[in-house]
């Protein structure tokens, strides 16, 4: 894990806007018992208004990601808040499992972690860390299945697409 310092004052978070191949990356650091640690990634339209990291970790986080936009086969090395129920830890360490350039259907997640496939999917759904926990390479049997329904899911099947087409699976 990258090594970063600690900080002091308690009421650090951040906030900043990265450009990405298919739109923008959203990106929020928290302080979280003394470690400065991302607390989400969201998915955002190219329009967004772009906002320089202002602390070493929201930079750290947008070299690694833009590392990976170079490379699927970039490895994230980032500290996360933990979140999520135990479910959804579940299906998010199980989809850390699926190589690059791979997929695997909700059912065969769900067979793996012993639950069932619209659970895995709602768990893909609320996954606060994209690109870093890879629920975009979880897809239907009937194709590529939802993803992120719950805003503009025109936007993000968009990004499902990029991202499985970077990854050489499309």
């Known amino acids: ?14 906030y900043c806007v990265i450009k990405a191949p298919f739109g923008c990356l959203g990106i929020s650091t928290e302080l979280v018992e003394g470690s400065l640690m991302l607390s989400r990634i969201d998915y955002l339209p190219s329009n967004a ?3 320089a990291p ?3 970790l929201a930079k750290e986080i947008a070299r690694q990601c833009n590392a990976y936009f170079k490379d699927p086969h970039w490895q994230f090395d980032l500290p996360t808040k933990p979140v999520g129920t135990e479910h959804q830890r579940k299906v998010w360490t199980s989809t850390q499992d699926i190589p690059v350039g791979k997929t695997r259907t909700y059912g065969e997640v769900a067979k793996k972690i012993k639950s069932g496939a619209r659970a895995v999917g709602t768990a893909c759904g609320a996954n606060p860390y994209p690109l870093i926990t890879p629920c975009h390479r979880v897809v239907s049997a009937q194709g590529i299945g939802g993803f992120m329904k719950e805003n503009a899911p025109g936007l993000y099947r968009q990004i499902k697409f990029w991202l499985l087409e970077h990854e050489g699976v499309l």
Do not use: H
């Open 1 to 14: 894990m990258t090594s970063l310092p600690t900080l002091s004052n308690p009421n650090v978070t951040s």
């Open 49 to 51: 208004v772009l906002v």
């Open 54 to 56: 202002q602390n070493q």
